[in-house]
T-cell receptor, first 118, second 108 residues
Protein backbone atom coordinates (compact mmCIF):
# COMPACT_ATOMS: atom_id res chain seq x y z
CA UNK A 1 0.00 0.00 0.00
CA UNK A 2 1.58 3.24 -1.11
CA UNK A 3 -0.81 5.68 0.49
CA UNK A 4 -3.87 7.45 -0.86
CA UNK A 5 -4.16 7.24 -4.62
CA UNK A 6 -6.19 9.63 -6.79
CA UNK A 7 -7.05 9.41 -10.47
CA UNK A 8 -6.88 11.13 -12.82
CA UNK A 9 -4.24 13.57 -11.69
CA UNK A 10 -5.41 16.22 -14.12
CA UNK A 11 -8.66 16.54 -16.03
CA UNK A 12 -9.43 19.20 -18.61
CA UNK A 13 -13.03 19.39 -19.71
CA UNK A 14 -15.47 21.70 -21.41
CA UNK A 15 -18.19 23.45 -19.53
CA UNK A 16 -21.30 21.31 -19.26
CA UNK A 17 -19.49 17.97 -19.34
CA UNK A 18 -19.53 15.45 -16.49
CA UNK A 19 -16.34 14.37 -14.75
CA UNK A 20 -15.58 11.65 -12.23
CA UNK A 21 -12.64 11.37 -9.85
CA UNK A 22 -11.58 8.24 -8.04
CA UNK A 23 -9.87 7.88 -4.69
CA UNK A 24 -8.30 4.71 -3.30
CA UNK A 25 -7.61 5.19 0.42
CA UNK A 26 -5.14 3.38 2.64
CA UNK A 27 -6.67 -0.07 2.92
CA UNK A 28 -7.05 -0.21 6.70
CA UNK A 29 -8.56 3.29 6.92
CA UNK A 30 -12.33 3.33 7.25
CA UNK A 31 -12.79 7.09 6.94
CA UNK A 32 -12.52 8.90 3.63
CA UNK A 33 -12.75 12.63 3.02
CA UNK A 34 -13.08 14.88 -0.01
CA UNK A 35 -11.78 18.44 0.02
CA UNK A 36 -11.58 21.12 -2.65
CA UNK A 37 -8.76 23.63 -2.89
CA UNK A 38 -8.65 26.71 -5.07
CA UNK A 39 -5.71 29.04 -5.64
CA UNK A 40 -4.74 30.94 -2.53
CA UNK A 41 -7.15 29.08 -0.29
CA UNK A 42 -6.84 26.25 2.16
CA UNK A 43 -8.62 22.95 1.56
CA UNK A 44 -12.39 23.26 1.93
CA UNK A 45 -14.35 20.31 3.29
CA UNK A 46 -16.84 18.71 0.88
CA UNK A 47 -17.91 15.41 2.40
CA UNK A 48 -16.77 12.38 4.35
CA UNK A 49 -17.56 8.70 4.67
CA UNK A 50 -17.20 6.21 7.43
CA UNK A 51 -17.05 2.86 5.66
CA UNK A 52 -19.80 3.13 3.02
CA UNK A 53 -21.95 5.64 4.93
CA UNK A 54 -21.76 9.29 3.90
CA UNK A 55 -21.90 11.03 7.26
CA UNK A 56 -21.60 14.71 6.42
CA UNK A 57 -21.89 16.93 3.36
CA UNK A 58 -20.87 20.55 3.09
CA UNK A 59 -23.19 23.18 1.69
CA UNK A 60 -20.46 23.60 -0.92
CA UNK A 61 -21.59 20.27 -2.34
CA UNK A 62 -24.36 21.38 -4.69
CA UNK A 63 -26.77 18.94 -6.32
CA UNK A 64 -24.37 18.71 -9.27
CA UNK A 65 -21.88 16.95 -7.01
CA UNK A 66 -22.27 13.38 -5.84
CA UNK A 67 -19.89 11.16 -3.94
CA UNK A 68 -20.09 7.45 -3.33
CA UNK A 69 -18.15 4.80 -1.51
CA UNK A 70 -20.13 1.71 -2.43
CA UNK A 71 -18.15 -1.01 -0.67
CA UNK A 72 -16.40 1.04 1.93
CA UNK A 73 -13.17 0.96 -0.04
CA UNK A 74 -12.59 3.33 -2.98
CA UNK A 75 -14.69 6.43 -3.50
CA UNK A 76 -15.81 8.43 -6.52
CA UNK A 77 -16.67 12.09 -6.77
CA UNK A 78 -18.78 13.02 -9.77
CA UNK A 79 -19.47 16.54 -10.96
CA UNK A 80 -22.29 16.92 -13.46
CA UNK A 81 -22.69 19.82 -15.89
CA UNK A 82 -19.35 21.31 -14.91
CA UNK A 83 -18.97 25.06 -14.60
CA UNK A 84 -15.83 27.18 -14.76
CA UNK A 85 -16.14 27.79 -11.03
CA UNK A 86 -15.61 24.08 -10.45
CA UNK A 87 -11.99 24.43 -11.55
CA UNK A 88 -9.95 23.44 -8.52
CA UNK A 89 -7.79 20.76 -6.96
CA UNK A 90 -9.91 17.97 -5.50
CA UNK A 91 -8.17 16.31 -2.58
CA UNK A 92 -8.98 12.96 -1.05
CA UNK A 93 -7.80 11.92 2.38
CA UNK A 94 -8.30 8.90 4.59
CA UNK A 95 -7.92 8.18 8.29
CA UNK A 96 -8.44 5.35 10.76
CA UNK A 97 -11.29 5.33 13.25
CA UNK A 98 -11.26 8.39 15.46
CA UNK A 99 -9.36 8.49 18.70
CA UNK A 100 -9.71 10.61 21.77
CA UNK A 101 -12.57 12.55 23.26
CA UNK A 102 -13.59 14.34 20.11
CA UNK A 103 -12.77 11.58 17.66
CA UNK A 104 -10.49 13.87 15.75
CA UNK A 105 -8.35 12.11 13.20
CA UNK A 106 -5.06 12.42 11.48
CA UNK A 107 -5.63 12.62 7.74
CA UNK A 108 -3.40 11.15 5.05
CA UNK A 109 -3.87 13.07 1.83
CA UNK A 110 -3.60 12.00 -1.77
CA UNK A 111 -1.81 14.04 -4.41
CA UNK A 112 -5.09 15.47 -5.66
CA UNK A 113 -6.97 15.63 -8.94
CA UNK A 114 -6.78 18.96 -10.70
CA UNK A 115 -9.88 19.94 -12.67
CA UNK A 116 -9.77 22.61 -15.36
CA UNK A 117 -13.09 23.59 -16.89
CA UNK A 118 -12.79 25.54 -20.14
CA UNK B 1 -19.38 27.83 13.16
CA UNK B 2 -15.72 27.03 13.20
CA UNK B 3 -13.14 29.27 11.61
CA UNK B 4 -9.36 29.34 11.33
CA UNK B 5 -7.48 32.55 10.56
CA UNK B 6 -3.90 32.73 9.38
CA UNK B 7 -3.20 36.45 9.04
CA UNK B 8 0.03 36.14 7.05
CA UNK B 9 -0.11 34.84 3.50
CA UNK B 10 3.65 35.18 3.09
CA UNK B 11 6.46 35.10 5.63
CA UNK B 12 10.18 35.38 4.90
CA UNK B 13 12.76 34.61 7.55
CA UNK B 14 16.54 34.40 7.45
CA UNK B 15 18.15 31.03 8.06
CA UNK B 16 18.95 30.66 11.74
CA UNK B 17 16.36 33.24 12.83
CA UNK B 18 13.27 32.32 14.89
CA UNK B 19 10.03 31.51 13.09
CA UNK B 20 6.48 32.13 14.25
CA UNK B 21 3.47 31.37 12.07
CA UNK B 22 0.27 32.75 13.53
CA UNK B 23 -3.04 30.93 13.79
CA UNK B 24 -6.22 32.07 15.50
CA UNK B 25 -9.41 30.10 15.68
CA UNK B 26 -13.07 30.52 16.45
CA UNK B 27 -15.01 27.62 17.91
CA UNK B 28 -17.64 27.48 20.63
CA UNK B 29 -16.43 24.25 22.24
CA UNK B 30 -13.02 22.70 22.87
CA UNK B 31 -11.32 22.09 19.55
CA UNK B 32 -8.44 19.96 18.49
CA UNK B 33 -5.81 21.93 16.57
CA UNK B 34 -3.35 20.78 13.93
CA UNK B 35 -0.61 22.14 11.72
CA UNK B 36 -0.32 20.61 8.24
CA UNK B 37 2.55 21.31 5.86
CA UNK B 38 3.00 21.03 2.12
CA UNK B 39 6.55 21.03 0.79
CA UNK B 40 7.19 21.81 -2.86
CA UNK B 41 5.79 19.05 -5.11
CA UNK B 42 4.71 16.96 -2.14
CA UNK B 43 1.38 16.08 -0.60
CA UNK B 44 -0.24 17.86 2.27
CA UNK B 45 0.85 16.11 5.45
CA UNK B 46 0.45 16.42 9.18
CA UNK B 47 3.19 18.32 10.99
CA UNK B 48 1.85 18.24 14.53
CA UNK B 49 -1.31 18.19 16.66
CA UNK B 50 -1.80 19.96 19.94
CA UNK B 51 -2.82 16.94 22.01
CA UNK B 52 0.48 15.23 21.24
CA UNK B 53 2.43 18.10 22.79
CA UNK B 54 5.52 17.07 20.86
CA UNK B 55 8.17 18.81 18.79
CA UNK B 56 8.38 17.81 15.16
CA UNK B 57 11.33 18.95 13.03
CA UNK B 58 12.04 21.48 15.77
CA UNK B 59 8.55 23.01 15.55
CA UNK B 60 6.24 23.39 18.53
CA UNK B 61 2.78 24.86 18.95
CA UNK B 62 0.92 25.66 22.14
CA UNK B 63 -2.82 25.94 22.34
CA UNK B 64 -3.79 29.18 24.10
CA UNK B 65 -7.50 28.95 24.82
CA UNK B 66 -7.63 32.45 26.31
CA UNK B 67 -6.32 34.02 23.12
CA UNK B 68 -7.81 31.28 20.89
CA UNK B 69 -4.45 30.87 19.23
CA UNK B 70 -2.24 28.02 18.11
CA UNK B 71 0.91 29.65 16.80
CA UNK B 72 3.67 27.51 15.28
CA UNK B 73 7.20 28.26 16.42
CA UNK B 74 10.75 27.19 15.72
CA UNK B 75 13.78 28.80 17.37
CA UNK B 76 16.19 28.48 14.42
CA UNK B 77 14.88 28.33 10.86
CA UNK B 78 16.41 25.95 8.33
CA UNK B 79 16.24 26.15 4.55
CA UNK B 80 14.25 22.91 4.38
CA UNK B 81 11.47 24.58 6.38
CA UNK B 82 10.39 26.52 3.30
CA UNK B 83 6.86 25.30 2.58
CA UNK B 84 3.16 26.10 2.78
CA UNK B 85 1.78 25.76 6.30
CA UNK B 86 -1.89 25.30 7.14
CA UNK B 87 -3.47 25.53 10.56
CA UNK B 88 -6.53 23.31 10.97
CA UNK B 89 -9.25 22.79 13.55
CA UNK B 90 -11.43 19.81 14.31
CA UNK B 91 -14.54 20.13 16.43
CA UNK B 92 -17.24 17.68 17.41
CA UNK B 93 -18.28 17.32 13.76
CA UNK B 94 -14.89 15.75 13.15
CA UNK B 95 -14.25 17.47 9.85
CA UNK B 96 -11.05 19.47 9.59
CA UNK B 97 -11.44 23.17 8.86
CA UNK B 98 -8.31 24.70 7.36
CA UNK B 99 -6.96 28.22 7.33
CA UNK B 100 -5.85 29.87 4.10
CA UNK B 101 -2.22 29.01 4.72
CA UNK B 102 1.07 30.83 5.13
CA UNK B 103 3.90 30.41 2.64
CA UNK B 104 7.14 30.37 4.60
CA UNK B 105 10.35 31.18 2.76
CA UNK B 106 13.69 30.75 4.46
CA UNK B 107 16.33 33.11 3.11
CA UNK B 108 19.82 31.54 3.01
Amino acid sequence: DTGVSQNPRHKITKRGQNVTFRCDPISEHNRLYWYRQTLGQGPEFLTYFQNEAQLEKSRLLSDRFSAERPKGSFSTLEIQRTEQGDSAMYLCASSPMGQGVFGANVLTFGAGSRLTVL
Amino acid sequence: AQRVTQPEKLLSVFKGAPVELKCNYSYSGSPELFWYVQYSRQRLQLLLRHISRESIKGFTADLNKGETSFHLKKPFAQEEDSAMYYCALSGRGEKLTFGTGTRLTIIP
